[in-house]
């Protein structure tokens, strides 16, 4: 299916990246389901440990998780993996463009989103074909250690400038996401603040819940 621009706008309110590092014992599938329980309303597969192939059956079966929720599903950087697996799309960081047509490789159909921190880099990525840009890092982050505080103007100008929906990422948390107000963007994308919580779903319910608060009050 072809998701519509307002479709993913919407869908960008809370955007779930996984992370296997705070399984417990649990299944990368029983924690996606418990924060599309409480509200996730997109999910990304970020997945570097394992070999490609483990990493295809997990994408299938979350695709299909996802696909009883409703949810976008995309896949982390492997565009062979997002086409093999039925992913709706894939998301890709400025280094997986270098010479390469993302859009022509996964066809006008499925979801392309893009790493952007700067305005020419969400400018160029949505001249390339985006459908939405993850823009960050916007309280730093430790999943990424190179990464910086990306300045809330900075974030609003991008929003400002690109006609596609922009979801922020970073080291964004209940504690820090309505800070985000007034930037523009359409919604958060979290990673330990979900799936580092005890409660997976309340978290989900909660970070929702200031997500639309935050969006609504860009206006």
């Not at 993913?8 to 955007?15: H, N």
């Not at 417990?24 to 440990?49: H, I, W």
Request: charged share 20%; glycine share 10%.
């Amino acid at each position: 299916m072809r998701w519509t621009r307002d479709e993913l706008r919407r869908a960008m309110a809370l955007y779930a990246v996984t992370d296997r590092g705070w399984l417990n014992g649990r299944t990368l599938e029983q924690d996606v389901e418990a924060a599309l329980r409480g509200g996730a309303t997109f999910v990304q597969l970020r997945e570097k440990a394992l070999p490609e192939a483990a990493i295809l059956e997990q994408a299938k079966r979350l695709k299909a998780l996802c696909a009883r929720y409703g949810a976008p599903f995309v896949v982390n950087d492997s565009v062979e993996i997002a086409l093999e697996s039925g992913a709706d799309g894939v998301h890709v960081g400025q280094s997986d463009i270098q010479g390469r047509d993302i859009r022509a490789l996964i066809g006008p159909d499925r979801i392309l989103g893009m790493t952007a921190n700067t305005v020419e880099l969400a400018l160029a990525a949505q001249a390339a074909g985006a459908d939405y840009l993850g823009v960050g890092a916007v309280f730093g982050t430790s999943t990424k250690k190179d990464a910086r505080p990306l300045p809330l103007q900075r974030l609003r100008a991008i929003c400002d400038a690109v006609d596609i929906p922009v979801v922020a990422i970073g080291g964004i948390n209940a504690g820090n996401l309505l800070k985000l107000t007034g930037s523009g963007a359409d919604g958060v994308a979290v990673v330990s603040a979900l799936f580092g919580a005890e409660d997976i779903t309340a978290a989900a319910a909660e970070l929702l819940a200031k997500s639309k608060a935050m969006v609504a009050g860009n206006g």
